[in-house]
């Protein structure tokens, strides 16, 4: 089984910054992309970062600039930091990775449960 446990959501004041952390365990042979998205009250869940095994990132228009993605491949980890934050950014923000837990498997994408962004203003 693989297990994505996210960390770092809170209640922040406008203009401030977070740091979200996203830690994968399991089996796992490899780890291709892996990315943060984001959910807000009664809207689709949407992509706001994402980088490859290579690092190539890309980004969400309405994030760019503010937000960094980084991964760590011997740790497993991904993180995303967000700064300038503001209430239009409140929302649960989940981990996804796309990987295979052996060398016959194909890949596929995991999502962890989300931890939970507050932006006041």
């Known amino acids: 089984q693989v297990q994505l446990v996210e960390s770092g959501g809170g209640l922040v004041q406008a203009g401030e910054a977070l740091r979200l952390s996203c830690a994968a365990s399991g089996r796992i042979f490899s780890i291709n992309a892996m990315a943060w998205y984001r959910q807000a009250p009664g809207k689709l869940r949407e992509l706001v970062a994402r980088?490859?095994?290579?690092?190539?990132?890309n980004y969400a228009d309405s994030v760019k600039g503010r937000f960094t993605i980084s991964r760590d491949s011997a740790k497993r980890t991904v993180d995303l930091q967000v700064s300038s934050l503001n209430p239009e950014d409140t929302a649960v923000y989940f981990c996804?990775?796309?990987?295979?837990?052996?060398?016959?498997?194909?890949?596929?994408?995991?999502w962890g449960k989300g931890t939970l962004v507050t932006v006041s203003s």
């Open positions: 996804n990775v796309n990987l295979r837990q052996s060398y016959f498997d194909s890949s596929g994408d995991y």
């Open positions: 980088i490859t095994s290579g690092g190539v990132t």
